[in-house]
């Protein structure tokens, strides 16, 4: 599985923004995915996490009610919608997988990474 986050880009406190990352691969559909991010000399953070099906999701304390994850497995895509983004949102955001049907919010778990998109926040 090859995945590619774009989407990201510089705003202000408040806005919101849509990422998404593609993947490749046949795969995809039956693969959970999650998202990370990784703010500047911070390690990286579990954000969201989603099951192949879309039925069960799963998000960081700090996230709860801005962020949505979904994906629509006709499109090998899955999307994070991000509201009221805050400065402290700031972070190069990562598409991930764990190439099974749940990864949950532990780094370790996943297999296969996309290159990251940088989300900017000013206030």
């Known amino acids: 599985v090859q995945l590619q986050a774009f989407g990201g880009g510089s705003v202000q406190a408040g806005d919101s923004l849509r990422l998404s990352c593609a993947a490749s691969g046949r795969t995809f559909s039956s693969y959970a995915m999650g998202w990370f991010r990784q703010a500047p000399g911070k390690e990286r953070e579990f954000v969201a996490a989603?099951?192949?099906?879309?039925?069960?999701?799963l998000y960081a304390d700090s996230v709860k009610g801005r962020f949505t994850i979904s994906r629509d497995n006709a499109k090998n895509t899955v999307y994070l919608q991000i509201n009221s983004l805050k400065p402290e949102d700031t972070a190069v955001y990562y598409c991930?997988?764990?190439?099974?049907?749940?990864?949950?919010?532990?780094?370790?778990?996943?297999?296969?990474w996309g290159q990251g998109t940088q989300v900017t926040v000013s206030s």
């Open positions: 991930a997988s764990p190439g099974t049907s749940w990864g949950g919010p532990a780094l370790y778990a996943y297999r296969y």
């Open positions: 989603i099951t192949w099906g879309g039925g069960t999701t």
